[in-house]
């Protein structure tokens, strides 16, 4: 069975950092592209990055260009999330959704909340 | 890095057809575009139930059809029942794309 488990939600102070982990189980990580997707509270779904299959392609929404860095660890089938300078516009819950192909995301994980306030 | 326009809102009684617009799909000329829907209810994770257009992941019902015509793509839910209550998102990429768009989705109520 595919799983994807996200965590290192939590609260943390505008111009602070966070990095979530995503863990992945049921299917052979290294040969998927992976994303984060946030959806902040009553609002609609956000792709934030994505990885292909080896991590030499990174690829991001303008609004986190320069403050976060989407990286893989194959080894460990493991997908992670640093987020730096955060703002209190980065308030979400963050998935971790596995890419079947062309940004296709079939499955999904129950999300971290993170929380950016003073 | 445009969003894509659907309705905030549908409805329709038990045993209905609803369709949801999502407005504003683009691709490459001669490029193939790629468009997936999800249903999302309260407090839960996204579900995709339609990908490549029109194509279902196994276990979606039948009764759950995607269709394009020009920069618009459509879902339609045939046959509603009060388990289809709930929001759904389009998203659109092409071959090619770094990068894929959501719509801002669209809260479907079973009357």
């Known amino acids: 069975e595919v799983q994807m488990v996200e965590s290192g939600g939590g609260l943390v102070q505008p111009g602070g950092s966070l990095r979530l982990a995503c863990a992945a189980s049921?299917?052979?990580?290294?040969?998927?592209?992976v994303s984060w997707v946030r959806q902040a509270p009553g609002k609609g779904l956000e792709w934030v990055a994505s990885t292909n299959e080896d991590g030499s392609q990174t690829y991001y929404v303008d609004s986190v260009k320069g403050r976060f860095t989407i990286s893989r660890d194959n080894a460990k089938s493991s997908l992670y999330l640093q987020m730096d300078r955060l703002r209190v516009e980065d308030t979400a819950v963050y998935y971790c959704?596995?890419?079947?192909?062309?940004?296709?995301?079939?499955?999904w994980g129950q999300g971290a909340l993170v929380t950016v306030s003073s | 890095q445009s969003a894509l326009t659907q309705p905030p809102s549908a409805s329709g009684s038990p045993g209905q057809s609803v369709a949801i617009s999502c407005t504003g799909i683009?691709?490459?000329?001669?490029?193939?575009?790629?468009v997936s829907w999800y249903q999302q209810h309260p407090g839960k994770a996204p579900k995709l139930i339609i990908y490549?257009?029109?194509k279902r992941p196994s276990g979606v019902p039948d009764r759950f059809t995607g269709s394009k015509s020009g920069n618009t793509a459509s879902l339609t839910v045939s046959g509603l029942q009060a388990e289809d209550e709930a929001d759904y998102y389009c998203s659109s990429s092409f071959a090619g794309s770094t990068h894929v768009v959501f719509g801002g989705g669209t809260k479907l109520t079973v009357l």
């Open positions: 490549e257009v029109t």
């Open positions: 959704p596995r890419d079947t192909g062309f940004f296709t995301f079939t499955y």
């Open positions: 683009s691709g490459d000329v001669g490029a193939y575009t790629y």
């Open positions: 049921g299917f052979r990580f290294s040969g998927f592209w």
